[in-house]
């Protein structure tokens, strides 16, 4: 079982007492905990070949009125999600500098339904000395690698996609770089799943761990029969939203109820890459592809 879907079933036996209000928000802890694990990857500072450092301090910047729903629980919650970026790491076989925390700020900037993730790697006293060169990205232990609420522009980060590329995200923090970005380790310091003369493209999403190919240019998510892929989910939609593949692979609204939340963000259309987070109704799909 995933890491996360034990965090949604440790939440779910809450559903109905501390954590009753937490799940009327726009903003789902599943959601936080998602993009918390996506910090860890993107920080991911390889140190020796048998230790992978990732930040082990996280602020998660919420709009007015999610701070205002959430605060109330914020320790509670802090404690769930510090424990599953610790279990996540576990099976990513990553370490920390010291303790896991996970605190939660109001951000004047943000609408409702947004929020965006800081982290830092901040050493414990009783922990060894931090690793001589910086992380990337600009990242230093003790410093947030991200700009504060408001709009301050972040230094460039050698991973991230320019405005306008396949997986940027206007105004959004945190999230990884699109398809093709170098991750750690990459063999050769070259970019990992870069397309190669004559490959093809092959695009698939997982529900619940299902698999579902994307054979044709298109492909329609909703709750009728007539839908390419059913979800059965009362949030859903009858014809709910349309991914697209191409250069850069789209997903577009089909003008449904609750509309479509695509790696955290409320949207009506989106550009998607590999790993892509897609929440309709009370379902998340993921969006894959590969070349070969």
């Known amino acids: 079982m995933g890491v996360l879907k034990k965090f949604e079933q440790r939440l779910e036996g809450l559903v109905n007492g501390t954590f009753a ?4 928000s726009e903003v789902q802890p599943v959601e936080i905990a998602g993009a918390l694990q996506r910090e860890c990857d993107n920080n991911a500072t390889i140190w020796n070949r048998d230790r992978t450092v990732v930040p082990n301090d996280f602020i998660v910047e919420l709009s007015a009125p999610d701070y205002e729903r959430l605060s109330p629980y914020s320790g509670q919650l802090g404690d769930e999600l510090a424990g599953m970026v610790r ?8 370490t920390f500098m010291g303790a896991i925390k996970v605190n939660l700020e109001k951000a004047d900037d943000l609408d409702t339904g947004l929020y965006r993730v800081r982290s830092r790697t901040l050493a414990s006293s009783s922990s060894q000395q931090a690793p001589e060169h910086a992380p990337p990205g600009g990242q230093r232990p003790g410093g ?3 700009p504060p609420a408001g709009g301050a522009a972040a230094p460039p980060m ?9 997986g940027a995200r206007p105004g959004g923090y945190g999230y990884p770089p699109a398809a093709g970005g170098q991750r750690p380790g990459a063999a ?5 799943g870069a397309p190669q003369p004559g490959s093809r493209t092959r695009h698939w999403i997982e529900i619940n761990g299902t698999r579902h190919q994307i054979s044709r240019s298109t492909l329609v998510l909703g709750r009728s029969t007539e839908a ?3 979800i059965d989910d009362p949030g859903v939609s ?4 349309e991914i697209r593949t191409g250069t850069p692979s ?3 609204d089909l003008g449904s109820t609750n509309g479509i939340v695509v790696d955290g963000q409320h949207t009506t259309r989106a550009t998607l890459r590999d790993g892509s987070r897609i929440v309709v109704g009370s379902t998340t799909v993921i969006y894959r592809q590969a070349e070969g």
């Open 188 to 192: 050769g310091g070259g970019l990992a």
């Open 21 to 24: 209000k937490v799940f009327k």
């Open 228 to 230: 390419d892929v059913r």
């Open 87 to 94: 279990d996540y790491a576990k099976q990513q076989r990553y």
């Open 250 to 252: 789209t997903i577009q």
């Open 158 to 166: 050698p991973s991230a996609p320019p405005p306008g590329a396949a």
């Open 144 to 146: 947030y690698g991200y």
């Open 238 to 241: 009858r014809r709910h939203c």
